[in-house]
């Protein structure tokens, strides 16, 4: 088993194995449990990602088998009839994942990768929280910007990105499990010129009548 973890490796989503391992949005959670965790046991893996051993085994397999992760068993445990519990260890400090640009399969797989992330990112930004609903700062917009404010909006993005890094780096830096205060999404890109403004939309709290 090696001792050190690789540095953000290259991993091509045409790799099947790959692919079914990282297509679940759970499987990335377990992942990143692992890595923050260090080299765990499965029962302790199990309650950081609130999983029964059985469904966390599943998933382990897959990432397991796309070399995501190793494992190896440990001293047999007493009152177990000489069973050896096993002990998983994240192999990877980073992922990049790496496309065909010219794949229609890669194209879609990587479409399929963020869809389930986008979903969960809409369902919890529209949850019903006290004090009303989150979604009010949730906004999409098609605009033409000048220079000037497309030089802002990138200078914005980038100290976005700034502060999160500092936030996974602060992370990084305890070993425990995993657990996010906050969700954060931004998407900025140019269009092709032929999409319309979209319109304005706000969430509004309705009161029911009685």
């Known amino acids: 088993m090696p001792d050190t973890q690789t540095e953000s490796p290259n ?3 045409s790799r099947t194995q790959l692919w079914q391992a990282v297509r679940l949005p759970l499987r990335l959670r377990i992942l990143e449990t692992a890595r923050r965790l260090g080299e765990t046991s499965v029962t302790e893996l199990a309650q950081a990602v609130g999983l029964n051993r059985t469904a966390l085994y599943f998933h382990l397999r897959h990432l397991e088998k796309a070399g995501l992760l190793v494992s190896r068993a440990g001293a047999p445990t007493p009152g177990r009839r000489g069973k050896r519990p096993r002990y998983y260890r994240c192999t990877v400090a980073d992922m990049t994942i790496e496309m065909d640009g010219d794949s229609k399969r890669d194209q879609q797989r ?17 949850e019903r929280r006290s004090g009303g609903v989150a979604g009010r700062r949730i906004s999409l917009h098609w605009e033409s910007f000048t220079e000037e404010e497309v030089s802002r909006l ?3 993005c980038g100290e976005i990105d ?9 992370a990084n830096s305890s070993r425990k499990a995993p657990a996010a205060t906050h969700h954060i999404g931004v998407i900025f890109t140019a269009v092709d010129g032929q999409v319309m403004p979209g319109p304005e939309i706000k969430v509004k709290e309705a009161k029911l009548k009685k």
Request: proline fraction near 3%.
């Open 11 to 13: 991993m091509q989503i």
């Open 110 to 126: 990587l479409s399929d990768f963020y869809r389930p992330w986008l979903t969960e990112s809409r369902a919890t930004a529209l």
């Open 154 to 156: 990138r200078a914005l």
């Open 162 to 170: 700034e502060l999160a890094r500092r936030a996974r780096s602060r």
